[in-house]
């Protein structure tokens, strides 16, 4: 699970589901209201995480020549196995590290 980098608080794992579904790399914490960003490497890996139950879907269709419900159970239990193993891939940062361009 996060921890922010500020105040040091764990964030519970009900606060990082519903970040997940915003497009943005920051968020305030819970506890001290401070901005926090996700770190590059985290950024990564969540990224690539979050195509995975896709190419699993995919895969294990064509593989197990599963029906409609098939595929719906196998989405419903892909999509609750990421969601819990999500947070614990986040990394928080105090300082937003993405790089930023100028226009001239």
């Known amino acids: 699970m996060p921890n922010c980098e500020n105040c040091g608080q764990k964030w ?8 997940t579904v915003k497009l943005s790399n920051k968020t ?18 969540t990224a690539i995480f979050s195509y ?4 699993l ?20 239990a892909l999509m609750i196995v990421f969601l819990g ?6 990394k928080l940062s105090n300082d937003d590290h993405m790089p930023t361009y100028k226009m001239q």
């Open 12 to 19: 519970p794992w009900k606060t990082v589901v519903k970040n």
């Open 28 to 45: 305030k914490c819970p506890y001290c209201e401070k901005t926090q960003y996700l770190i590059p490497k985290s950024r990564k890996r």
């Open 52 to 55: 995975m139950p896709a190419f």
């Open 57 to 76: 879907i995919i895969t294990l269709t064509l593989i197990l020549d599963l029906d409609g419900w098939g595929i719906f159970f196998l989405a419903a």
């Open 85 to 90: 193993l999500y947070p614990f891939m986040m």
